[in-house]
């Protein structure tokens, strides 16, 4: 017999709705905990959202009480929408990472559960977290600092002749795109909407100061080296080393 321990997380105010959806179904209600986000204000803030307190409610279900219990979340708790997207974490099965994980993202996440948004890394901070084995395993696309682990030499490019990895690759784009269309991010754009770049007032200025301080850094590098030719010329400059020589064949 097939048995899940099924976790939810869900923002405080909706804590009593996921209970009676449990308790309706009649299922073993584990245990329900208060729980904060570990998400710094920094980082929510680069994706403009705010913190938020949530709840953690444990059940347990078998396969087919599992299925139901995520199509009566999504129903009641309109979670069902287009544009979903999903944080791997750090968390191994056996030897192999989370996101790359073919029977957890695409068996379960995808398939039985129908999410088929956006599916980021956690950040990426060790090669265990690699590109390949993410983008055949169901990643869409990686949270990373370390970006050559995912774009440099070893990573991604060396694929790009490999139909099957480039098969996949196409089809992280298709989960993304799909995303962001559907997101906040997109509305009030229509098919006649023309989106005009803007470069913050901070990026110009430095820019500049960057164009400004080459320049400056070349043309005092120019100037030196056409001081020293000239000082190479002079009468001072040819005794000195007449006097060098002088001293080193004594």
């Not at 959806?21 to 905990?33: D, T």
Request: a positive charge.
């Amino acid at each position: 017999m097939e048995l899940n321990l099924v976790m939810t997380i869900v923002a405080r105010s909706r804590q009593q709705a996921m209970e009676d959806i449990v308790h309706n179904m009649k299922l073993p209600f584990a245990l329900s905990l208060l729980a904060k986000g570990t998400a710094t204000t920094e980082h929510l803030s680069l994706h403009g959202l705010a913190p938020t307190e949530h709840a953690l409610i444990l059940t347990v279900a078998d396969g087919e009480k599992t299925k139901l219990l995520m199509k009566s979340a999504k129903r009641k708790l309109f979670i069902d929408i287009p544009g979903n997207g999903v944080m791997m974490a750090y968390t191994r099965w056996g030897a192999q990472w989370s996101g790359a994980n073919t029977n957890l993202i695409k068996g379960i996440m995808n398939g039985e559960w129908e999410c088929n948004g956006l599916q980021i890394t956690d950040n990426v901070l060790n090669s265990m977290v690699n590109g390949i084995d993410g983008v055949m395993g169901g990643t869409t696309t990686f949270d990373s600092m370390l970006a050559f682990m995912i774009t440099g030499g070893k990573g991604l490019p060396q694929f790009e002749n490999d139909p099957v990895a480039v098969s996949a690759m196409r089809e992280a784009c298709h989960h993304n795109l799909y995303a962001i269309a559907n997101s906040q991010a997109m509305n009030g754009i229509g098919p006649d909407t023309v989106v005009v770049p803007d470069t913050p007032i901070i990026i110009t200025i430095c820019q500049i100061l960057s164009c400004g301080f080459t320049f400056f850094a070349i043309l005092f590098g120019v100037i030196w080296a056409v001081k020293v030719k000239k000082f190479k010329k002079t009468e001072e400059y040819t005794s000195y080393k007449e006097f060098k020589k002088a001293l080193k064949n004594k």
